[in-house]
């Protein structure tokens, strides 16, 4: 069977919305006569939609090579020549008549480039809507037939960021976790003068996604946990900010003698002053040291810029391991954005979004590393 493209053409109002919209989807398939397509799309034009099925397609189907297991996951890549930046979610669909009995798809959700922190953050909530389409793609799509409108639908729905965003925070609400922004304003100021060794530690956990306990009593808690969430705007934060119980989240504020029930975590201390667990980082002291002396706005919009480099080193090692080859050239010319202070940030931060791709960024991050260093020498 042969898949035509023209059962599911997109109205010519695509080209015109898409400069009305901030979000754009695309449902790509493989065919093994065509190759890769954008079988649905909105807010895109034909060629971009085109373009983007293919490197998703292409990219993620390099790394499978056994027809019959299934190829799943997600990923967060860049489309530099549509200025895009795109969560990917990968599934199968069942081809009982093709070879290997099955097709592989995915679901695509851009944005601008200049969002990346924002679709950073609102990758767990992609991912959980993209697994309800996805479902519901299985049940009702016939590979090679004309896409039902219920599932057009579906698919739309994922355009709607700020509503499944919504029905994801009111799930941790009734859990007594938070992930909306903290009512209580966080401080720098506050942490300077309450955290006076390691602070560095917390913060390169929260970057990576380890869990971090705060103890002291419960407004100094609330604040402090404010105060840290400054350092994730590539993350949606689970946060609980006083518990007596063993709970899992980002940041959890709780007594000392619960504290040590969590034999993993990083451990901030208010009374003592100090951050105990964790790894120190260099690019963390770096940050907290640029941070002295200004005003709490400017603090924002610094921690803001200088982890919107790491996403974007990210999401370039992510490019990168999506090609079939990368050349010494291609090393040379990212190798400046991966400095040594940063490296195990990028690399944590890029698998942990990229987990479909995390052999091959193991095999280039040493690569990469070792020209880095050259750069690091001269810097």
Excluded at 221 to 228: F, N, V, Y
Excluded at 249 to 274: E, Q, S
Excluded at 296 to 301: L, R
């Amino acid at each position: 069977m042969t898949f035509n493209p023209q059962l599911l053409k997109n109205n010519s109002r695509n080209v015109k919305l898409q400069s009305e919209n901030k979000v754009s989807v695309c449902f790509a398939t493989f065919d093994d006569t065509i190759g890769p397509i954008s079988a649905y799309y909105k807010f895109l034009d034909d060629q971009s939609a085109n373009e983007i099925a293919v490197k998703v397609m292409i990219g993620s189907l390099s790394l499978h090579t056994d027809d019959n297991s299934e190829l799943c996951g997600e990923s967060i890549i860049p489309f530099s020549k549509q200025n895009m930046i795109a969560f990917s979610y990968l599934f199968t669909i069942p081809a009982p008549k093709l070879r290997g009995g099955q097709r592989s798809c995915s679901l695509i959700v851009l944005m601008d480039t200049k969002e990346q922190l924002q679709m950073y953050r609102i990758a767990p909530f992609l991912s959980t809507q993209c697994k309800r389409v996805s479902n519901l793609i299985r049940e009702k799509y016939v590979f090679g037939k004309s896409l039902p409108n219920l599932v057009k639908q579906k698919i739309d729905s994922l355009l709607d960021i700020q509503s499944y965003k919504v029905e994801i925070e009111e799930f941790y609400a009734s859990r007594k976790i938070t992930i909306t922004k903290s009512k209580t304003k966080g401080s720098m100021q506050f942490l300077n003068k309450v955290i006076k060794k390691d602070l560095d530690k917390a913060i390169m956990a929260i970057l990576i996604g380890r869990p971090v306990i705060v103890t002291g009593d419960e407004v100094m808690t609330e604040i402090a946990i404010a105060s840290l969430e400054i350092f994730a705007p590539h993350k949606e934060l689970k946060k609980v900010f006083w518990t007596n119980q063993i709970v899992e989240a980002d940041l959890i504020g709780t007594k000392r003698n619960i504290a040590k029930a969590y034999d993993d975590a990083v451990v901030v201390d208010l009374l003592k002053g100090k951050v105990s667990g964790g790894e120190s980082s260099k690019f963390c002291k770096d940050l907290l040291s640029n941070l002295h002396g200004i005003d709490e706005k400017a603090v924002v919009q610094r921690v803001n810029d200088k982890i919107s480099e790491i996403i974007t080193s990210a999401s370039i090692l992510a490019e990168l391991a999506m090609r079939k080859e990368v050349s010494k050239g291609d090393i040379s010319t990212v190798a400046p954005m991966f400095n040594s202070e940063k490296m195990s940030i990028i690399v944590t931060i890029a698998k942990s979004m990229n987990p479909i791709f995390s052999k091959k960024m193991d095999h280039l991050a040493p690569i990469i590393a070792r020209e880095a260093s050259t750069y690091d020498v001269f810097a």
